[in-house]
């Protein structure tokens, strides 16, 4: 009888032994980034309520194509000035918010982003420069970008960058730099100035404005090989005759970027200006990148693709 006693009292201990085991396990789970986060806190994507869409929104945007826009570019690089173009290409697409990229079918789970596409092409001496950035805003201006990323190829290598919105910001980048190579780390979400120019696009009264925490532009700090994180900048907003012009300015980084475009819908930008120091060490001067508009196209480019198109370019003025 006493043995019967001593054997249930190890089966119950076993028992409640593995019960406790199981408990603890279920108290934690690991995230798709890999992140473990406890049950009862669990994080999701925090958005603000969706801004509602104008009618002018909708007409502009959901016309089944695309805007493009052309400019004249005077780029600072290794303390230069090059000319060269830039364009600007928006279009609205349904996005997938887990995936992070564009999205192939219909789904209630699509959100619907305002992307941008923005290139750069210059010539630095005997080799040219090209670079693209793709930023996908929600249209409902209630989150961050959703990601953003940049490419850079020119003779000496590429570059490659991207910032995906998950619980943190999760930043990922390859480059041919030793100091740079393969880096992947998460940051605390702040202010992206990619996202500033859809949110333009989008609600210019949505812009953040007074001293704020910004993470610069991707292109900005791999091109001269800053720190990835945020910085301390101070934005400004102001109109006059018709014109509004939103100013970035970062005391530490001595860069101001300033935006021009039209106060009334679709908001157009007409014009951007970026002054930093371009060169190397004690030999960087302040020098002041510019853009100014050339033309714009409303059209479905991607169908655009046979011979007799390359018309278009010359209507771009590229």
């Known amino acids: ?37 406890s049950n009862k806190k669990s994080k999701t994507l925090k958005t603000e309520p969706k801004q509602p869409l104008t009618d002018n929104f909708k007409n502009y945007w959901y ?49 619907s982003v ?22 996908f805003y929600p249209v409902y201006d209630n989150q961050h970008a959703v990601k953003t990323s940049l490419s850079v190829q020119e003779w000496c290598g590429h570059v490659y960058a991207q910032i995906n919105n998950r619980e943190k910001f999760k930043f990922t980048s390859h480059s041919y730099f030793e100091g740079e190579a393969d880096q992947e780390f998460s940051m605390e979400k702040s202010f992206l100035e990619n996202e500033i120019w859809t949110k333009i696009r989008i609600n210019p009264e949505n812009l953040p404005q007074g001293e704020i925490s910004m993470i610069p532009s991707l292109e900005f700090l791999r091109l001269r090989h800053k720190e990835m994180k945020a910085y301390t900048a101070n934005a400004t907003i102001s109109s006059k005759d018709g ?17 021009k475009f039209m106060a009334d819908f679709p908001f157009s930008i007409e014009s951007w200006t970026e002054e930093f120091k371009s060169g190397f060490g004690s030999d960087a001067k302040m020098l002041t990148t510019s853009a100014s508009k050339i033309k714009t196209l409303k059209t479905a480019y991607w169908s655009q693709n046979e011979n007799k198109n390359l018309i278009l370019r010359d209507s771009l003025g590229l």
């Open 63 to 111: 016309a089944g194509d695309a805007e493009i826009t052309s400019y004249q570019l005077n780029q600072a690089r290794y303390g230069e000035l090059r000319e060269g173009n830039a364009v600007l290409i928006y279009v609205t697409e349904p996005f997938l918010p887990k995936k992070q990229v564009k999205a192939d079918n219909s789904s209630p789970e699509n959100i």
């Open 243 to 259: 014109i509004t012009t939103y100013t970035i300015s970062y005391p530490k980084l001595e860069r101001k970027l300033i935006i």
């Open 1 to 37: 009888m006493k043995t019967l006693k001593i054997f249930n009292s190890i089966i119950l201990e076993c028992m409640l032994t593995l019960f406790l085991l199981m408990s603890c396990s279920d108290k934690n789970k690991t995230t798709e980034n890999g992140e473990t986060v």
């Open 114 to 135: 305002l992307k941008l596409n923005a290139t750069k092409n210059f010539l630095t001496g005997i080799y040219p420069y090209s670079i693209m950035s793709s930023t």
